[in-house]
């Protein structure tokens, strides 16, 4: 996708988005946990599900989402998903170039975690999907910000999936996973990772270009 197309899909994602109600992943889609609210973030088990705790990026009463994996079953991955239409859609139309989020690497035995981003175009475990390069996250009690660049150059194609511009307009399932090898769904781990400030952005310095009263709507979506 040339640079020109990209400029023009971020600038009409922000136009639509205020024009029709906000669905869909749009620029400026976020989760920042401050309302106590795991924003349908899930992994899918009761007894694994992530939840809210204090201690996040800013400080001691700030939330963050902790997800947990008990390394075997339905719960095993360190990974969370979120099929809602605020991270699910068209992603290419959109102009979404990267995420942003912060790490922190809760694992109990001090490993460097590998997290990255998955895309499936139909949700459930052992789907075929795209994934990021790995952000390392090293067990320092530290928090980590963290980039994803999304583009096909910085994107792996596991299983047989759909190629890059058609999966990225039909994405059904975003997930967050630890991994060390390309994977859009993870492997089974015991493990523990605070992910904290999501937000999807368009390519770097657009920003200025939208209108103000866009960019407040769209980043107050989830607060």
């Not at 023009?8 to 988005?17: D, E, G, H, I, R």
């Not at 912060?102 to 997290?115: E, I």
Request: neutral net charge.
């Amino acid at each position: 996708m040339s640079k020109l197309f990209s400029l023009l899909a971020a600038s009409a994602a922000c136009v639509f988005p205020c024009m029709s109600g906000l669905a869909d992943i749009a620029i400026g889609s976020s989760s920042n946990f401050n309302n106590f609210d795991a924003d349908q973030w899930s992994n899918g088990v009761v007894t694994t599900d992530p939840v809210i705790m204090l201690g996040g990026p800013a400080g001691p009463s700030d939330p963050y989402l902790r997800v947990t994996s008990d390394g075997s079953g339905a719960g095993g991955k360190l990974t969370v998903f979120n099929n809602s239409s605020e991270w699910t859609g068209l992603w290419l139309t959109a102009g979404i170039t990267r995420i942003e989020m912060d790490f922190r690497n809760f694992d109990p035995q001090n490993r460097t975690l590998y997290m990255r981003l998955g895309f499936l175009t139909s949700a459930g475990q052992g789907q075929p999907g795209w994934c990021t390069d790995a952000f390392l996250v090293p067990a320092d009690g530290q928090w980590h910000r963290a980039v994803f660049t999304i583009t096909p150059a910085t994107m792996t194609r596991v299983g047989n999936a759909y190629d890059w511009e058609t999966a990225m307009q039909w994405v059904t399932q975003l997930r967050i996973l630890h991994s060390i090898t390309p994977s859009p769904v993870g492997t089974n781990f015991t493990s523990s990772v605070g992910i904290d400030n999501i937000i999807a952005l368009p390519v770097p310095g657009t920003l200025a270009a939208f209108s103000p009263g866009c960019l407040l709507l769209l980043r107050k979506r989830r607060e």
